[in-house]
């Protein structure tokens, strides 16, 4: 079984910076593509940033030059930087992992439980 854990939301001020970690542990194999994903009160989840497993980023507009999303394979983790800090980022961020398990032999897609970040005007 896989797990993902993820640490580094909390409340901040507009304009501020939240870095968000997501560390993956069990039977894992390799890990591919991994992405954050936000959801708002009231609205659908939404893929904020994507890093694939050779570390080619993507990024949804509305987080384009404020967020940067990167990787370190050797602690299974995944991280986003998040600057300049809006009202409107408020929400639950949510890691994303396709990873291949060693036991059983598999590939699949693993979520995070979740991190709250407030952001203050």
């Known amino acids: 079984q896989v797990q993902l854990v993820e640490s580094g939301g909390g409340l901040v001020q507009a304009g501020g910076s939240l870095r968000l970690s997501c560390a993956a542990s069990?039977?894992?194999?390799?890990?591919?593509?991994m992405g954050w994903y936000r959801q708002a009160p009231g609205k659908q989840r939404e893929l904020i940033a994507h890093i694939s497993s050779g570390g080619t980023t993507n990024y949804a507009d509305s987080v384009k030059g404020r967020f940067t999303i990167s990787r370190a394979d050797a602690k299974n983790t995944v991280y986003l930087q998040m600057s300049s800090l809006k009202p409107e980022d408020t929400a639950v961020y949510y890691c994303n992992a396709n990873i291949r398990v060693s036991i059983p032999p598999l590939i699949g897609d693993y979520w995070g439980q979740g991190t709250q970040v407030t952001v203050s005007s």
């Open positions: 069990g039977s894992i194999h390799s890990i591919n593509a």
